[in-house]
T-cell receptor, first 111, second 112 residues
Framework: DGGITQSPKYLFRKEGQNVTLSCEQNLNHDAMYWYRQDPGQGLRLIYY???????QKGDIAEGYSVSREKKESFPLTVTSAQKNPTAFYLC??????????FGPGTRLLVL | DAKTTQPPSMDCAEGRAANLPCNHSTISGNEYVYWYRQIHSQGPQYIIHGLKNNETNEMASLIITEDRKSSTLILPHATLRDTAVYYC?????????????FGKGTKLSVIP
C-alpha cells in the first residue's frame, strides 16, 4: 500500500534530550513537510523540503532540525532548545507543489 | 496571506446534507481553496479543492461564489463517520512553495 508512515505513534522526551520523529513515504512525492498542532489549534508549518538535500524553515522552525538525504524520508529532530515540545506532529508530502497528503501523526510528551 | 473565516461549530442530522461555509474575502485571483478534515487524533484528510468553478468528487462538492469571496463544502448525506473538524484553507505561494495555513476550522457533529 502506498502512503505516509510516521513513527512512533507516541514519544516521550526527558528534559534536555533530543528526540527524532520519523516520516517515510512511498508515494514518490518530491516535497515533504512537518507541521505542529497544539490542542484546539490549527497546524503550523515547521520545515519543508521540495527536493532531496534541500529544505526551508517554516513559521516555527526554532528548536527543530531536519534532514532530507533520501526522497522517501524526512526526519524531524526536536532539540533541547525547543522549550515547549509537547504537541501533535504531522508529516505531509506532495507531488511538487500540488495537494498535500498527511501521515497519522506522532504525539510527543515531555516527562 | 488570504485568511479564512469559518463558524467554530455546526450540527447536522445523520442522512442530511451538511453545508459548511467559509469566507475568504481577501483571496487573490490565482489562489486555490482547499478543504481538509481531521478526525480526532488523526492526520488531516484531503477532501477537495477548487479555483473558481464548482467541483465534485466522491466525498463532497465545493461551491465557490462568482466573486470567489466565499465557498461552501457540501457533504450530501452526512454519516456519523463525518464527525470531524473541517478546515477551509486558501493555498498561498510563499518563498517558492505553496503553503497551507490552517485555522481552527469548523467542528461538525453529525447527530443520529
Amino acid at each position: 500500500d502506498g502512503g505516509i508512515t510516521q513513527s512512533p505513534k507516541y514519544l516521550f522526551r526527558k528534559e534536555g534530550q533530543n528526540v527524532t520523529l520519523s516520516c517515510e513515504q512511498n508515494l514518490n512525492h518530491d516535497a515533504m513537510y512537518w507541521y505542529r498542532q497544539d490542542p484546539g489549534q490549527g497546524l503550523r508549518l515547521i520545515y519543508y523540503s521540495q527536493i532531496v538535500n534541500d529544505f526551508q524553515k517554516g513559521d516555527i522552525a526554532e528548536g527543530y532540525s531536519v534532514s532530507r538525504e533520501k526522497k522517501e524520508s524526512f526526519p524531524l529532530t526536536v532539540t533541547s532548545a525547543q522549550k515547549n515540545p509537547t504537541a501533535f506532529y504531522l508529516c505531509a508530502s506532495s507531488i511538487g507543489l500540488e495537494t498535500q497528503y498527511f501521515g497519522p501523526g506522532t504525539r510527543l510528551l515531555v516527562l | 496571506d488570504a485568511k479564512t473565516t469559518q463558524p467554530p461549530s455546526m450540527d447536522c442530522a445523520e442522512g442530511r446534507a451538511a453545508n459548511l461555509p467559509c469566507n475568504h474575502s481577501t483571496i487573490s485571483g490565482n489562489e486555490y481553496v482547499y478543504w481538509y478534515r481531521q478526525i480526532h487524533s488523526q492526520g488531516p484528510q484531503y477532501i477537495i479543492h477548487g479555483l473558481k468553478n464548482n467541483e465534485t468528487n466522491e466525498m463532497a462538492s465545493l461551491i465557490i461564489t462568482e466573486d470567489r469571496k466565499s465557498s461552501t463544502l457540501i457533504l450530501p448525506h452526512a454519516t456519523l463517520r463525518d464527525t470531524a473538524v473541517y478546515y477551509c484553507i486558501v493555498r498561498v505561494l510563499r518563498a517558492g512553495s505553496y503553503q497551507l495555513t490552517f485555522g481552527k476550522g469548523t467542528k461538525l457533529s453529525v447527530i443520529p
